[in-house]
């Protein structure tokens, strides 16, 4: 398997060396580039398999470099930011940015995203299992683009990265068990997730956070198999 | 500052005290004018009664015979005035007397009495004047009078005093009003400057009197300055807070390189720290982004991630509120704003128990300790930016002392507020009272 490229717009010359050099030590190919010029030149000169983008360029802004991008390919996107407000967080990837790394951020930080992005499989088939990326069961509302989850009285109900996940795979198996390992498999490629609790405590947390007034969240537990989402989801 | 406003008339009251004023310096002197020349009516007519009466005085004590005379002269002594005859032939008036001008408006009236060699002396009595006087008759001897009642003074009438207060308090009446209704830009502008500073100033109409209009014009514009200044330092210092994040990046990127575990683990702490210190300004400020947009939002489950996330990290936080609680409140400012008040808590009282209650009204966000407290002298205290209460920066204190401000400009947004307070058991609990809607 070849290594995999990466096209890295970075303005700052120093964050690009050593983001680079983090990369390269990890077995990654890195394209750095500097403007978003030379990121259409870098573009042209062979396959990219992620684009690490910084929001705050001179010259165009990464936003607009990634509405630029997004009709152009299905490259995966990961934007890098100073400012980590859950607004750009959200804008980012409403624009079809797969993550959002905030500055500053470790090799480790960074290393683990890439990973997680570049494992989550092709843009095509994202795509086609989005559709308008809105999943609907029991009331609930989960908005995969906005990474936000509504209650049936239309709430937004906080959940972590790694529950976010999990209520997703759920989802995507839904009425089906899902075993243990597939999901703390699934938690392991999530990264954000540094924490080490158990697939059964993120169960029950979702669990709670997704009960109703005398009513159980539809998760039920498959003794000695894993867990299931009992409920019948509707794509939009 | 209270001591003067108590003392404070207030604009409307100076007006209507300086209305009043003169008001009573008019009445004062229209009273006195008036009451001088009605009592020059008055003297007028006494002289003149007082020269027909002696001219008839002095033609009948004339034709008597000297035996006949003094009982003529007291037979001519009215109620009005006492007539004297006793065959004198000097004046006899009293010394202290001072001429006066009632003699010449009684020549005036009856001209034979300059004939008569007419005296007339005005003498005080206590506060008042008696007239005195004398006239000496064809044979020489000096027929004496004086008016029994004192001719000068007299008692100011009470009805004559207040008769006219009436249209004044009328007239006093009507200016309150008028000047309220004047003042009125005033008290827009006093509103107004109150709420500089806190959320959505307002650009007052120019309206009023042409004085007030200048001050809401100059209010209007030290208003734009004032907001363009905190603009201006607001936006240097988040770009400040943003740009540090790049060299912190590069610095993160870099220990990585560092053999030492020990060290990089040290470094690493040290730069966990500046984030945090970054972030918080940065939240302080608000120029993190545009004014959040309030959301339907679970505010139970959204303290329970943040238990979760405390506990995970080893802290004692539990949850013991509601399950759900929604609400309409900006996630992101609050969720920040629990998860200060829950870090203080393990912070400082090693251990935090949250809880989200609705009340019927109210909304609590409740955080709770088992550590020391605040002195209750400084409660109002760490409320305030940049306040620790360390009295040095201790080692392990992070952070910029923004962290309560943070939580109480969150509740401030979302129209509530925060409340200290020590639990009579012990330990210190923090709470956020929202409105809700």
């Given at each position: 398997m070849t290594s995999p490229t990466i096209l890295l717009v970075e303005d700052d010359p120093a964050l690009r060396t050593l983001t680079t050099r983090a990369l390269q030590e990890n077995g990654y190919v890195v394209r750095p580039c500097a403007t978003a010029p030379e990121m259409w030149r870098a573009m042209e000169a062979g396959p990219v398999d992620l684009v690490l983008l910084d929001i705050m360029l001179p010259g165009t802004s990464g936003i607009d470099l990634c509405r630029a991008l997004r009709r152009e390919s299905e490259v995966p996107i990961i934007f890098i930011s100073a400012k980590a407000s859950e607004t750009d967080r959200v804008i980012g990837l409403e624009l079809g940015a797969d993550d959002y790394l905030p500055k500053p951020f470790g090799t480790r930080e960074l290393i683990a995203r890439v990973r997680a992005v570049l494992r989550r499989g092709g843009a095509e088939d994202r795509r086609a299992q989005r559709g308008q990326g809105i999943a609907e069961f029991d009331g609930f509302r989960l908005n995969l683009p906005r990474r936000e989850l509504l209650s049936p009285s239309g709430a937004v109900v906080d959940l972590t990265g790694a529950e976010f996940d999990l209520l997703v795979a759920l989802v995507d198996h839904a009425q089906r068990v899902i075993a243990r390992e597939r999901l703390i498999e699934l938690s392991r490629t999530r990264?954000?997730?540094?924490?080490?609790?158990?697939v059964d405590v993120l169960v029950s947390r979702v669990r709670r956070k997704l009960s109703g007034t005398g009513q159980d969240a539809p998760i039920i537990t498959v003794r000695g198999i894993g867990y299931m989402l009992n409920a019948e989801v509707a794509r939009r | 500052m209270r001591k003067g406003r108590i003392l404070s008339l207030g604009l409307l009251g100076r007006l209507l005290a300086i209305l009043l004023l003169t008001m009573a310096v008019e009445y004062l002197a229209s009273t006195i004018l008036y009451e001088r020349s009605s009592r020059a009516l008055i003297h007028d007519d006494e002289a003149h009664r007082l020269a027909e009466h002696l001219v008839i005085a002095r033609k009948l004590v004339s034709e008597q015979s000297w035996p006949e005379r003094p009982s003529m002269a007291a037979r001519l002594t009215t109620d009005r005035y006492d007539v004297h005859w006793a065959g004198a032939t000097n004046p006899n008036l009293p010394p202290e007397g001072a001429p006066t001008a009632a003699r010449a408006r009684m020549i005036e009236w009856e001209p034979s009495l300059a004939d008569s060699n007419l005296q007339v002396r005005l003498v005080p009595v206590g506060r008042r004047a008696q007239l005195f006087g004398a006239l000496q008759l064809a044979d020489g001897t000096w027929l004496r009078f004086r008016a029994i009642?004192?001719?000068?003074g007299g008692s100011l009438n009470i009805h004559r005093i207040l008769l006219p207060l009436f249209p004044a308090g009328i007239l006093l009446l009507l200016s309150a009003l008028l000047f309220r209704e004047t003042l009125r830009p005033m008290r827009m502008l006093a509103l107004a400057a109150d709420r500089i500073g806190r959320r959505g100033g307002v650009t007052l109409p120019?309206?009023?009197?042409r004085e007030v209009r200048r001050v809401i014009r100059a209010f209007n514009a030290m208003q734009t300055r004032i907001h363009q200044l905190i603009t201006d330092r607001t936006q240097a210092l988040a770009a400040v807070g943003h740009d540090l994040r790049t060299p912190l990046a590069r610095l993160q990127l870099r220990s990585?390189?560092?053999?030492?575990p020990a060290l990089r683990q040290a470094f690493e702490t040290d730069i966990t720290e500046m984030e945090a210190m970054v972030g918080s300004l940065l939240s302080y400020v608000g120029g993190e982004d545009d004014p959040e947009k309030p959301v339907r939002t679970d505010v139970a489950v959204l303290a329970q991630t943040i238990v979760d996330d405390a506990a995970d990290h080893g802290g004692a936080a539990t949850y013991v509120g509601d399950d759900h609680v929604e609400a309409v409140v900006r996630p992101i400012g609050l969720k920040r704003a629990i998860a200060n008040l829950v870090e203080n808590a393990l912070h400082y009282g090693h251990s935090a128990r949250v809880a989200v209650i609705a009340e019927e009204r109210v909304l609590l966000i409740r955080v709770d300790d088992d550590?020391?407290?605040?002195?209750d002298d400084r409660l109002a205290e760490?409320?305030?930016?940049?306040?620790?209460?360390?009295?040095?920066?201790?080692?392990?204190t992070s952070g910029l002392g923004l962290g309560l401000a943070i939580v109480a400009r969150a509740a401030e947004v979302e129209g509530g507020s925060l409340h200290l307070t020590n639990r009579p058991e012990g330990g210190l609990r923090a709470e956020m009272r929202l409105p809700r809607g």
């Amino acid at each position: 398997m070849t290594s995999p490229t990466i096209l890295l717009v970075e303005d700052d010359p120093a964050l690009r060396t050593l983001t680079t050099r983090a990369l390269q030590e990890n077995g990654y190919v890195v394209r750095p580039c500097a403007t978003a010029p030379e990121m259409w030149r870098a573009m042209e000169a062979g396959p990219v398999d992620l684009v690490l983008l910084d929001i705050m360029l001179p010259g165009t802004s990464g936003i607009d470099l990634c509405r630029a991008l997004r009709r152009e390919s299905e490259v995966p996107i990961i934007f890098i930011s100073a400012k980590a407000s859950e607004t750009d967080r959200v804008i980012g990837l409403e624009l079809g940015a797969d993550d959002y790394l905030p500055k500053p951020f470790g090799t480790r930080e960074l290393i683990a995203r890439v990973r997680a992005v570049l494992r989550r499989g092709g843009a095509e088939d994202r795509r086609a299992q989005r559709g308008q990326g809105i999943a609907e069961f029991d009331g609930f509302r989960l908005n995969l683009p906005r990474r936000e989850l509504l209650s049936p009285s239309g709430a937004v109900v906080d959940l972590t990265g790694a529950e976010f996940d999990l209520l997703v795979a759920l989802v995507d198996h839904a009425q089906r068990v899902i075993a243990r390992e597939r999901l703390i498999e699934l938690s392991r490629t999530r990264m954000g997730d540094s924490s080490d609790r158990s697939v059964d405590v993120l169960v029950s947390r979702v669990r709670r956070k997704l009960s109703g007034t005398g009513q159980d969240a539809p998760i039920i537990t498959v003794r000695g198999i894993g867990y299931m989402l009992n409920a019948e989801v509707a794509r939009r | 500052m209270r001591k003067g406003r108590i003392l404070s008339l207030g604009l409307l009251g100076r007006l209507l005290a300086i209305l009043l004023l003169t008001m009573a310096v008019e009445y004062l002197a229209s009273t006195i004018l008036y009451e001088r020349s009605s009592r020059a009516l008055i003297h007028d007519d006494e002289a003149h009664r007082l020269a027909e009466h002696l001219v008839i005085a002095r033609k009948l004590v004339s034709e008597q015979s000297w035996p006949e005379r003094p009982s003529m002269a007291a037979r001519l002594t009215t109620d009005r005035y006492d007539v004297h005859w006793a065959g004198a032939t000097n004046p006899n008036l009293p010394p202290e007397g001072a001429p006066t001008a009632a003699r010449a408006r009684m020549i005036e009236w009856e001209p034979s009495l300059a004939d008569s060699n007419l005296q007339v002396r005005l003498v005080p009595v206590g506060r008042r004047a008696q007239l005195f006087g004398a006239l000496q008759l064809a044979d020489g001897t000096w027929l004496r009078f004086r008016a029994i009642a004192p001719s000068v003074g007299g008692s100011l009438n009470i009805h004559r005093i207040l008769l006219p207060l009436f249209p004044a308090g009328i007239l006093l009446l009507l200016s309150a009003l008028l000047f309220r209704e004047t003042l009125r830009p005033m008290r827009m502008l006093a509103l107004a400057a109150d709420r500089i500073g806190r959320r959505g100033g307002v650009t007052l109409p120019e309206t009023g009197p042409r004085e007030v209009r200048r001050v809401i014009r100059a209010f209007n514009a030290m208003q734009t300055r004032i907001h363009q200044l905190i603009t201006d330092r607001t936006q240097a210092l988040a770009a400040v807070g943003h740009d540090l994040r790049t060299p912190l990046a590069r610095l993160q990127l870099r220990s990585d390189a560092i053999a030492d575990p020990a060290l990089r683990q040290a470094f690493e702490t040290d730069i966990t720290e500046m984030e945090a210190m970054v972030g918080s300004l940065l939240s302080y400020v608000g120029g993190e982004d545009d004014p959040e947009k309030p959301v339907r939002t679970d505010v139970a489950v959204l303290a329970q991630t943040i238990v979760d996330d405390a506990a995970d990290h080893g802290g004692a936080a539990t949850y013991v509120g509601d399950d759900h609680v929604e609400a309409v409140v900006r996630p992101i400012g609050l969720k920040r704003a629990i998860a200060n008040l829950v870090e203080n808590a393990l912070h400082y009282g090693h251990s935090a128990r949250v809880a989200v209650i609705a009340e019927e009204r109210v909304l609590l966000i409740r955080v709770d300790d088992d550590g020391p407290g605040i002195p209750d002298d400084r409660l109002a205290e760490v409320v305030q930016p940049f306040v620790r209460l360390d009295p040095a920066r201790s080692r392990n204190t992070s952070g910029l002392g923004l962290g309560l401000a943070i939580v109480a400009r969150a509740a401030e947004v979302e129209g509530g507020s925060l409340h200290l307070t020590n639990r009579p058991e012990g330990g210190l609990r923090a709470e956020m009272r929202l409105p809700r809607g």
